[in-house]
């Protein structure tokens, strides 16, 4: 029996289902009225527990955070995708069920997975969130994360905006 009340670990094929209903949880409960309904059900939909054990199946690194037990949230995250920003390692996703946020356990995953990419000499972090998330955007800047860029992308024909978030390394 453990007596932590919070476990950080890497994902596994039997965390898949929970993982698609943190992303179903996480997603409807920060994006409903920021991106279309139907865009979102689609983007929802899509990430059922065959995409998730298909991510693991590919290398995908996905830290998974329980509290008591119970699955509360995830981060994926490998070598930065974001050629423009200098740093090595980047954070593709990081969320919490709706229940979990603002209680710090956002700060822990992302400490945790910063510590990570730190440890595999990736220097230099970057986070990419949508612009319109404005409760993201706040718990990154709390984080320390600067704006570096900002970059778009299409959705359902609208054009969407994406804030870029930075972290410098030990040797920016």
């Given at each position: 029996m453990t007596t932590d009340l919070i476990d950080l670990r890497a994902a596994r094929t039997a965390d898949c289902e929970a993982l698609a209903g943190i992303h179903n949880q996480a997603w409807l409960g920060a994006y409903r009225g920021v991106l279309p309904g139907v865009d979102l059900q689609k983007m929802v939909s899509r990430r059922g527990t065959g995409w998730w054990r298909s991510a693991l199946e590919r290398g995908v690194e996905i830290k998974i955070l329980s509290v008591a037990d119970v699955p509360a949230g995830y981060a994926t995250f490998g070598?930065?995708?974001?050629?423009?920003?200098?740093?090595?390692?980047?954070?593709?996703?990081?969320?919490?069920?709706?229940?979990?946020?603002?209680?710090?356990?956002?700060?822990?995953?992302f400490t945790s997975v910063r510590k990570t990419l730190a440890s595999r000499n990736l220097n230099g972090l970057a986070v990419q969130v949508l612009s319109d998330n404005e409760p993201a955007r706040n718990f990154y800047r709390a984080l320390g994360g600067r704006l570096k860029a900002k970059s778009w992308y299409r959705l359902g024909g609208r054009r969407m905006e994406l804030s870029i978030y930075c972290w410098p390394g030990a040797s920016a």
């Open positions: 070598r930065c995708r974001l050629h423009d920003t200098g740093m090595d390692g980047e954070i593709y996703e990081l969320y919490l069920k709706p229940e979990y946020q603002g209680l710090g356990f956002g700060r822990t995953l």
